[in-house]
């Protein structure tokens, strides 16, 4: 069963073409991961998965929903980690689930038991009353995934959630989410530019470049068409190695750049 | 509901935990309270108009209010550049409900600020008719409503602090200073006249001012009427923004 079905989606920022008209399933249960260089179409893909943006042409269905007609009923079925943090660093750790609770119209003694729960699956129970501003960069990621996961949603998107990230700190975060998938059967669909990651965890694989999706398939298939020996060589093959300048929206790719280096 | 009230919430807790953003912005009341209250007050009266204290306090509650309302609303340009506004957005709530909870939650930080400055102006001098406080509090609901509303429709529009100074200087002062605040909308220069009577925030002064001391010179259900008018317009305004905002 599919738990996403993109039908021919086009986004255009006014001549540009952010991604065009791109067609893939995403199966249920499945760890799916959306590669592509800098600038690809990756993140304008996941926010109108998400509801953020409309496409100026095009279908998608999430979980059985149009995420265009029915926006409320798709919102409740994913969770999400942006690519920037998306915390309120004047709230503690317990105040940022509880908003989201509360805003996802979870009753209290569901949310109440929920939070410890996923607080401890991430390791910060101890932190719930700690200020977010005060935390690491991955004690916000680790924060940011137990918020996405607060309404037990069918999928969820993790836009590179370990960007910047220490190893150690990585592959906590990778256990986390596997096990997620194996035990609670949540689809899972990232984004990430460390191909070790994916090849460890990913059961299927697009890659998608100039808004145009050039490969899918498990990593085997990718790695055999494109000739390769590895992952890494077959995105390398694939999009080529020169080195890409994001044109789009110059102002708020310099705001998530400077969002990063502030983290 | 729930949405609307979390989102209050939110900013109620911000608020109280930056003491010193409270205490700074009181600073401004006092001093226009001292340099201009007392400043003024003799020459006020040698014109025969009395106590200009007793005058200037609606004044400058409004403008603390005012103030403090657009700035909160304004705050949702910090939520834009720090990823939160997309946590909100991608949550299974409207728009509306989001411009509403962040207006009345703004509204209401508003509202402390401007009682603060109110105990304030009693030590100051100032002696109202305690009677008349319950439309007294009504009257600054609704700037408080207003303005909060104001700063959020504005920031909608923007993705950055830089515009900031242009809103300050073009707007919010203006629409302080033209409110007949600091002096008498009686026998202006016409230009001034018609400036002050499009400026819906006279209205809030002239109510706050009438509430407090019996003298009022709009009537007062003309006042309450223009301010929920442009209110609601202002929502309106706010909400067909906000539905517009893609991030």
């Known amino acids: 069963m599919n738990i996403i079905e993109i039908k021919n989606i086009t986004k255009k920022y006014g001549d540009f073409t952010a991604v065009n008209d791109i067609s893939f399933d995403v199966k249920k249960g ?9 600038g ?27 995420v265009m007609e029915n926006p409320h009923q798709t919102r409740k079925s994913f969770g999400i980690v942006f690519q920037d943090p998306s915390l309120d660093n004047e709230l503690t750790s317990y105040e940022n689930m509880q908003f989201h609770a509360i805003l996802y119209g979870l009753k209290k003694e569901v949310y109440e038991k929920r939070i410890v729960d996923l607080l401890n699956l991430v390791e910060l129970y101890d932190r719930k009353d700690a200020y977010v501003k005060n935390f690491s960069g991955g004690m916000k990621r680790r924060l940011e995934i137990a918020r996405g996961l607060l309404h037990s949603p069918t999928v969820l998107f993790l836009d590179e959630p370990t960007i910047g990230l220490d190893p150690q700190t ?83 790719n310099q705001m998530r750049i400077s969002n990063k280096l502030m983290r | 509901m729930t949405a609307i009230y979390i989102l209050w919430l939110r900013q109620l807790k911000r ?54 309302s657009i700035f909160t609303g304004l705050e949702i340009i910090w939520d834009k550049q720090f990823g ?28 402390i600020q401007g009682i603060l400055v109110f105990l304030i102006s009693l030590v100051a001098g100032f002696r109202p008719h305690l009677a008349s406080l319950p439309l007294a509090f009504l009257f600054l609901c609704l700037v408080a409503i207003l303005a909060s509303a104001l700063g959020a429709a504005i920031a909608a529009r923007l993705d950055d602090m830089q515009g900031f100074p ?59 009427g223009v301010l929920f008018g442009v209110s609601i317009l202002i929502l309106a305004v706010g909400a067909y923004q906000f539905s517009k905002v893609q991030l």
Do not use: C
């Not at chain 2, 003024?40 to 409004?62: D, E, M, R, S, T």
């Not at chain 2, 909100?88 to 909870?101: N, W």
């Not at chain 2, 707007?171 to 018609?194: E, R």
């Open chain 2, 15 to 68: 608020f109280i935990r930056k003491k010193t953003s409270i205490v700074g912005a009181l600073g401004q009341p006092i001093i226009f309270l001292l340099a201009i209250g007392f400043g003024f007050g003799p020459v006020y009266a040698k014109a025969g108009a009395g106590n200009y204290i007793q005058f200037l306090a609606p004044g400058i509650i409004v403008m603390s209010v005012l103030f403090t």
């Open chain 1, 170 to 252: 990585r592959n906590h975060i990778w256990t986390y989410i596997n096990n997620l998938n194996k035990k609670e059967n949540v689809t899972i669909f990232f984004t990430t530019h460390h191909m070790e990651e994916v090849e460890r965890i990913a059961q299927r694989v697009a890659i998608i470049d100039h808004g145009k999706i050039l490969i899918i398939g498990t990593i085997e298939e990718i790695i055999q068409k494109a000739g390769a020996k590895n992952l890494e060589e077959a995105f390398i093959t694939l999009t080529g190695s020169t080195i890409r300048e994001e044109e789009v929206n110059v102002g708020k």
């Open chain 2, 166 to 224: 242009l809103i300050f200087n073009f707007l919010v002062q203006p629409l302080f200073y033209l409110s007949g605040a600091i002096f008498p909308i009686k026998n202006l220069p016409s230009v001034l006249d018609v400036i002050t009577r499009i400026n819906p925030f006279s209205y809030g002064v002239d109510g706050l001012r009438g509430a407090f001391s019996g003298v009022y010179v709009f009537s007062p259900l003309l006042s309450l």
């Open chain 1, 30 to 38: 499945e760890v799916f991961a959306f590669l592509g260089p800098n």
């Open chain 1, 40 to 66: 690809a179409g990756k993140t304008t893909t996941i926010k109108m998965l998400t509801t953020l943006l409309r496409p100026t042409a095009g279908e998608i269905l999430l979980n059985g929903h149009n």
């Open chain 2, 84 to 111: 939160f506004l997309k946590e909100t957005f991608v949550a299974p709530v409207s728009r509306f409900e989001i411009l509403l909870g962040k207006t009345l939650g703004g509204a209401t930080v508003a509202m």
